[in-house]
């Protein structure tokens, strides 16, 4: 799949941070346990929504034109100094991933009926929410597309990963 249309239609809304690979696990039976598959992540910071946690991001977004959103009491943390914005990022893109992987497995497990259609590609879904702290202090709002990809150049499959986030301990 190509990237989501959400994201294509808006390219100045989002910005990648991160590519790279994570497993997720399908549903198992009890006499064989799930399959362990890794799937390609793509990762992106949503411009306009992190513009209110990093003042970093705040400038990016003005200067791709948009109107920025009040800022948010809850910031990134240390700040975000970075000789470009979006390095920042990286790791919390891996961060978003592995939420996203945890909540597949999750789903997966939990789909009863094995020819039921989990992820529909090119469909967003909302993962997890704000109120969640993970380990690293951050909290992540997080939108995630699942692709099943068919072309023979591509990796099979594709998660694509909207986010932001602010640090909260």
């Known amino acids: ?14 910005a990648q941070v991160w590519t790279g690979n994570r497993n997720v696990t399908g549903r198992g039976t009890p006499q064989a346990p799930g399959v362990v598959k890794a799937r390609r992540f793509v990762t992106y910071i949503e ?3 992190q513009g209110a946690h990093d003042p970093e991001i705040r400038t ?3 200067q791709r034109g948009m ?9 990134v943390s240390p700040l975000n100094t970075t000789a470009t914005q979006l390095t920042y990022y990286a790791p919390h893109g ?3 991933a592995d939420i996203v992987s945890q909540f597949m497995t999750a789903t997966w497990m939990m789909n009863l009926n094995p020819n039921n259609t989990v992820f529909a590609p090119n469909t967003p879904r909302v993962v997890g929410g704000q109120a969640i702290i993970r380990n690293n202090g951050y909290s992540y709002e997080i939108t995630m597309w699942y692709d099943v990809g068919n072309v023979p150049l591509e990796p099979p499959v594709s998660v694509y990963v909207a986010f932001h986030c602010y640090y909260r301990l």
């Open 94 to 96: 891996q961060e978003a």
């Open 67 to 75: 109107t920025p959103r009040p800022m948010h009491r809850g910031r």
């Open 1 to 14: 799949m190509p990237v989501p249309n959400d994201i294509q239609n808006n390219p100045l809304a989002y």
């Open 60 to 62: 990016l977004a003005i």
């Open 47 to 49: 411009v306009l929504e």
